[in-house]
């Protein structure tokens, strides 16, 4: 768990866009992982003067409290099931948070922990619940090629259904981050609002990068949240001229679904060859050139 160059950058952004660190919570206490000369290239880049922050540019492999200063932080409390780290309060969040934490912060910060988490319901329901009314909450955690990684990769859809104003959120921002030999952003979007699923295969490691804001104290994740694309098929009425009828659709992909039956009858293998292509990063679909879904964050802010 750590602060890396683009998570810095990510926090750095959120800052200036009025989020507050002041009263701020970390699941895990973080690491810093960037070296002196990448801290003053951040800083400069967002028009801070690293004079003002010497114990930042001493925190080279150490732990990120400098940081987190830098962001506001007068209190900031770092939770961890062991005290391995020196994390301040030792609690298991596979079980939830005491009651005198909720609605006590300003900013509820995951970078790198929540995908560990067995039971992540009752993870995300703590978090949610320590933030007050205009505070924040923000994540750093894994999606693509992070197998093995932890017990979660997490998709886009599962933060946008749970960060609604049904849960007392308002999404602010998804960013899909590519750590390939380019550091490239794309901001997301929501999959209810294009009406389809945010796929994505690609040959490098992915994290999504959260901020959402909570804009009202309610009951969190009362009802499980349903993944938009079947929510939109079962509450969509029936359409056609003639109740029963199949609409045109319905029959073109009735005849694509025979040839592909009898491709494969008469030819089993080419079928099956061809078939792991309609999965892939070359159909632009699923890859980031998707601009309906991604569209690139050239600024990196």
Not at 78 to 104: C, L, R, Y
Request: hydrophobic residues 40%; proline residues 7%.
């Amino acid at each position: 768990m750590g602060i890396d160059t683009e998570s810095a950058r990510f926090l750095v952004s959120s800052k200036l866009s009025g989020v507050s660190f002041q009263r701020c919570a970390t699941l895990g206490r973080q690491n810093y992982f960037l070296g002196n000369r990448e801290t003053r290239n951040l800083l400069q880049s967002f028009g801070i003067d690293p004079q003002l922050h010497p114990k930042l540019l001493s925190a080279h492999r150490g732990f990120a409290e400098p940081f987190w200063e830098m962001l506001g932080t007068r209190e900031l409390m770092t939770i961890d099931a062991s005290d391995f780290e020196g994390a301040s309060k030792v609690h298991d969040m596979n079980q939830p948070v005491p009651d005198e934490w909720k609605e006590s912060f300003d900013a509820v910060c995951d970078v790198g922990t929540l995908e560990h988490i067995f039971n992540f319901p009752t993870a995300i329901r703590s978090c949610l619940t320590m933030i007050k009314p205009g505070g924040h909450f923000m994540a750093h955690t894994t999606a693509n090629n992070y197998f093995g990684h932890g017990f979660y990769q997490f998709s886009p859809e599962l933060f946008f259904r749970i960060l609604s104003p049904k849960n007392g959120f308002q999404m602010e921002r998804l960013v899909a981050v590519e750590y390939g030999p380019r550091r490239r952003w794309f901001e997301v979007t929501d999959p209810e609002i294009i009406r389809a699923r945010v796929n994505l295969i690609n040959a490098f490691p992915v994290l999504i990068f959260v901020r959402a804001k909570k804009i009202a104290t309610v009951p969190v994740l009362v009802e499980p949240p349903q993944q938009s694309d079947y929510f939109q098929q079962w509450n969509s009425p029936p359409a056609g001229p003639v109740p029963g009828e199949a609409r045109p659709a319905q029959k073109t992909n009735a005849k694509t679904g025979r040839f592909a039956r009898a491709f494969l009858e008469s030819a089993p293998r080419l079928a099956r060859f061809l078939e792991a292509f309609t999965g892939s990063p070359l159909i632009r679909r699923w890859s980031f050139r998707n601009r309906q879904a991604f569209t690139r964050i050239r600024d990196k802010r």
